[in-house]
C-alpha cells in the first residue's frame, strides 16, 4: 500500500453504486485525474476511433499519456479489496490509460460502463456482498456487459442521411430476460445466460442468497424426514458451501448443492414437532403446538406428559410424520370445520395423498387431503 499525493491518479472501486451518487464522479476531482484525464482528452482529436488504430499508435497515445502523469510527478494507483491504495503494474496501468482514450468521444458508451459498474460494486460491497448469488452468478452479466463494452466497434455507417450519429455493437450477446408477469426466478434468467466468448456459467441453486446469521432447515442422512433447524455461521462462496451450527446438540456440518436444506420458516401452533423435554435429555418426544409465548418459547401438548410450557425453539425440530391406515388422528369434518375430530384412518390413498376418516359414529369422511388430517395425540 501506499500513500496518495496530490498528482496521483485514482482509481477507486467503492463509489460506484447508484446510492453514493453524489460520490460517483468524486475522484474525477482530484488533481491528478484531471490531469490524467486532460491528457487523454487533448488526444481525442487525432482519432476517430482508437480501436482502429494499428498497435503501434495505440501503444505511442498510452504512453503519452502515462509519460505526461510521470512528469507531474504523479502515479497511477488502484484501490484494492481492502480499500487501500497500491501501485499496480505497469500492464495494469496502461490496460487503465487504454480504456479511458477509447472512451474519447463516446459518452453513451462511457454511461453504460459506469451502469455495469455500478452493479458490479454493488455485488461486492452491498448488503448481500457474501451470498453465493453476489459472490458467483449476479456478477456474470455486469463483467461480460463492462468487456463488451470495451471490445465495441462502430457500426456500419447508416443508408439514412437522418442517421448522422455514431452507432455501437456489443459483441457479446447478452441475455434476454423472460417477458411474463410474476416473480421471476434467479434460475429462469440464468438458464438464458449463453455468454460468447465466457465459461457457461454455474447455474445458481435454490439457497444461493443465503447470508450469514440466517436459519435454515436441513435433513440429514440419518433420518430423511428430520428437518434439523441450524444457523448458517460462515459461507463458501466459490464453492457454494454453507457451514452450518445445529441448533439442537451444537454440530456442525457443511452443505452443498447437493444437500436439502431450506429457510426456516417459524412453527405454527397445531403443528406437530419432535422435542427435547430438557436441553440435556437424548430422547425426543412427539408433541403439539398448543401456544406461541411472548418469549419466543412455545407450549407444547406432549404424548404421554401433558402440557409442557416453554420449550425453547432449539430444542424442537420438524418431523414429516407418516400417517398409516388404523391410526388415530383429528380431521377437520367434511374438510371445511374449522374444530379438529377424532377418528381412525380406515384407507390411504398412497398416490393421490388422500384419506379416509371413520369418526367411530357412522360418520365417514372420504378423499380428505394430507393438510386436513393431523395425528392424534394422547396427552
Known sequence: TTLPNPHDVLIGNRFDSNYLYSY?????HHEGNEVWKGLASSLGPYFLSYNKLPIVFQRALTDAVIEGVEQNSGRILVQNNAGDWTVPPRSVAEEITREELFLQGKPLVRVLRQQAKSLLSDCKYGTLQKTVMMKNHARILPTNMMEGLLSTKEASASKTKSETKQT??????????????????PTGVFRKMKLQGAAEPNEPF??????????????????????????VYYIKATKQVHSVIYHIDESEDELNKESTYRYFVPFQIGEVVQTKLLPEDVLLHIGRIIKENKDGTYDLLVQNEGVVKGIPRHQMIRYDFEIRVMDRVEARFRGKSEDWYRGTVSYLDTERDLYDVDYGDGLIDHDLPRSKVRLALRG
Open 24 to 28: 460517483n464522479h468524486f475522484l474525477d
Open 168 to 185: 455501437y455493437k456489443i459483441k457479446r450477446n447478452l441475455p434476454n430476460l423472460p417477458r411474463r408477469t410474476g416473480v421471476v426466478t
Open 206 to 231: 435454490q439457497m444461493a442468497w443465503v447470508k450469514e446469521g440466517d436459519l435454515v432447515e436441513v435433513i440429514v442422512e440419518l433420518d430423511p424426514r428430520a428437518w434439523f433447524i441450524g444457523s
